[in-house]
Structures are given as structure tokens and as C-alpha cells.
């Protein structure tokens, strides 16, 4: 394969990436079909290959659509235990961000509803909502027609009913919304905590270290306020599960505000707030260390905020 050949590949490569993101909540799972389309790239006839960027989002779509439908990955989401994985800001894996529809469906909240929908439809709201691919568009990758496209999409639609994320988090946005729920949470006053969550508000988490056998959830604002003032008090059973005191940082993960549980500069947790309005409408909390390594990987690239807490 020449280098123009190869450099046109590369130059897709993140928003190829991005999709397989997108459809499969994983980054190691989209880093490995990327992968694979390239080498069905290198394989294929460019003289058959009339609009390259077409034909690789054909390729990569379903890819990562045989992946979700494989007996393995089915295992894998039903088993309880599966969320999707985290991305720090700017992670490229994250793709674009300057609609709402956009920062919507690459937030943990979506990605964990996206489970609800059958790969087809999943395939046609990331392509649309995300990407802005038009139903002949989407119809061709998919071989589907485009009638079949406008009634996956309102399905999807349907079955993805959160309030989108209208507004765009950044790096001081976050520091203020999780020094307030730090300070609410650490004060022992559960009354100051649950005024910071809508009346809906709900958790989940795979538990300290990541070690739950299923995924725990929190059904009910008490329940929750409840589950972070008990997991933001040190203990040493959780200290030495840690490994250490973690610092606590505020960062953006997914479009979204969160804590960063940081040791030696590696994370070993993070929680995630899901923002509705002025208020936290849910939390995600992730220790399992492989759902961690890429957040540590790019938390160790760049330069970091003052902890909120030096040593938990």
C-alpha cells in the first residue's frame, strides 16, 4: 500500500474511531475494529472504492455491529457487570461535540441506553444524531432502505428518553459542580446533599475497586446521598483496597463533571455527575481497573487543576 493510500486512512481514522466508540462503549473494542477496517482497506481494490469515506464507514458500522451481536459481547452486557467505558476531555475517541445531540450521545447516561436498542437502531442514531448522516446515507451503509432508517431512528428516539445535555461542561464548570457535591457530601448533613439532586436522581456503581460481582444501584436520591457520603468517608479497608490516600480532582468525563480518585498518577476511580439543570440527576462510579487505562493514560499526558482534596 503507498503512503497517500495510507494517509487517507489516517485521516479518517479518529472519526472512524469515534463511531466504534459511540456503538460500542468500548475503547479497546473501537481502537480493535478501526484496526480492522484498515486492514480490509489494505486488502480492498481502491478501484471499486468510488467515495473512500463512505466506503470505511460502511466498514467500520458493521464491524462493530458483528461485535455487539457476537455471543461474547452479549455475555458480557447481560452478565450486569458491564458499563461503558469512560473518556477524559478531549479524548479524539470522543469525535464531535458542538450540537447537543452530539455531546448527548456520547455521554455514559446514553451509552448505557444505547443497551436498550437493537444494533440496527443503535447504528442509526449514532450515525444521524452524531454524524449527520442523512436516511440514503445511513440507508446504504446498512443496507437498509430509508423508510427502514426514519423508523429506527424514531424507535431509538423513543427508548432514549433523557433530557439531553444542552450544556457544554468545561474545565471550571466542573470544579464548581463537584466542589459543591464534595462539600455537601463530606458534611454529614444527608438533607444538604439530596438538595443538590433532582427528585429522580439515581446511582450506580461496580463498587470499591471495582470488584462488585453486579453492578450496584442506587434507586433513590436518599439511597444515593446516603451511598457517597458513605463512599467519600476514608476508611482503612478502603485506603488499603486503593492502595493508598487518593487525591480527588475535578475533571470532564464524557461531557460531563466528575471526580477523579488519583494515586501516583494513575486514576483508580472516577465518578461521574449527569447534570440536568442546575441539579445532579445521576452518578456513575467506576473502579474496575481495565475500564480505567485509557483515562489514565491521557490524565497522565497533560497537566492537572489543584486536587479538591490532597489525600482522601
Given at each position: ?14 472519526r ?12 479497546a ?8 477496517a ?5 486488502a ?47 479524548d ?5 461535540a ?25 447504528a ?39 433530557a ?6 468545561d ?12 462539600d ?17 436522581a ?5 463498587g ?14 436518599q ?26 480532582h ?55 487543576d ?7
Amino acid at each position: 500500500m503507498d503512503s497517500a493510500t495510507v494517509e487517507r486512512f489516517e485521516a479518517s481514522r479518529n472519526r472512524l474511531a469515534s463511531i466504534a466508540y459511540r456503538l460500542l462503549g468500548s475503547a479497546a473494542d473501537a481502537e480493535d475494529t478501526v484496526q480492522d477496517a484498515f486492514l480490509r482497506w489494505q486488502a480492498a481494490d481502491p478501484a471499486f472504492i468510488e467515495v473512500p469515506e463512505a466506503w470505511l464507514t460502511k466498514i467500520v458500522t458493521n464491524l462493530a455491529l458483528d461485535r455487539l451481536r457476537s455471543a461474547k459481547a452479549r455475555h458480557e452486557r447481560a452478565v450486569g457487570t458491564w458499563m461503558p467505558e469512560p473518556l477524559l476531555d478531549g479524548d479524539p475517541l470522543l469525535g464531535p461535540a458542538d450540537t447537543a445531540e452530539q455531546r448527548e450521545s456520547v455521554t455514559l447516561a446514553v451509552l448505557a441506553l444505547m443497551e436498550r436498542l437493537s444494533p440496527v437502531e443503535r447504528a442509526v442514531y449514532v450515525l444521524h444524531e452524531a454524524f449527520a448522516y442523512r436516511h440514503a446515507e445511513i440507508a446504504e451503509i446498512l443496507d437498509i432502505t430509508v423508510a427502514a432508517s426514519q423508523q429506527h431512528l424514531h424507535r431509538a428516539r423513543g427508548r432514549i428518553t433523557l433530557a439531553r445535555n444542552t450544556t457544554r461542561i468545561d474545565q471550571a464548570g466542573a470544579r464548581r459542580i463537584v466542589e459543591a457535591f464534595v462539600d455537601a457530601a463530606s458534611s454529614g448533613r444527608t438533607d444538604q446533599l439530596i438538595a443538590l439532586l433532582t427528585d429522580d436522581a439515581t446511582g450506580i456503581s461496580d463498587g470499591v475497586g471495582g470488584t462488585a460481582t453486579k453492578l450496584i444501584l442506587f434507586p433513590t436520591p436518599q439511597r444515593l446521598a446516603r451511598a457517597m457520603q458513605a463512599g467519600l468517608t476514608p476508611t482503612p479497608a478502603k485506603r488499603r483496597l486503593a492502595g493508598g490516600s487518593p487525591s480527588i480532582h475535578a475533571v470532564v468525563v464524557n461531557g460531563c463533571p466528575a471526580m477523579a480518585f488519583t494515586l501516583d498518577d494513575r486514576i483508580v476511580g472516577i465518578a461521574i455527575l449527569e447534570v440536568r439543570g442546575d441539579k445532579v440527576a445521576g452518578l456513575r462510579s467506576i473502579a474496575a481497573p481495565n475500564r480505567l487505562l485509557r483515562l489514565t493514560e491521557h490524565w497522565q499526558r497533560r497537566e492537572h487543576d489543584a486536587p479538591l482534596i490532597e489525600s482522601w
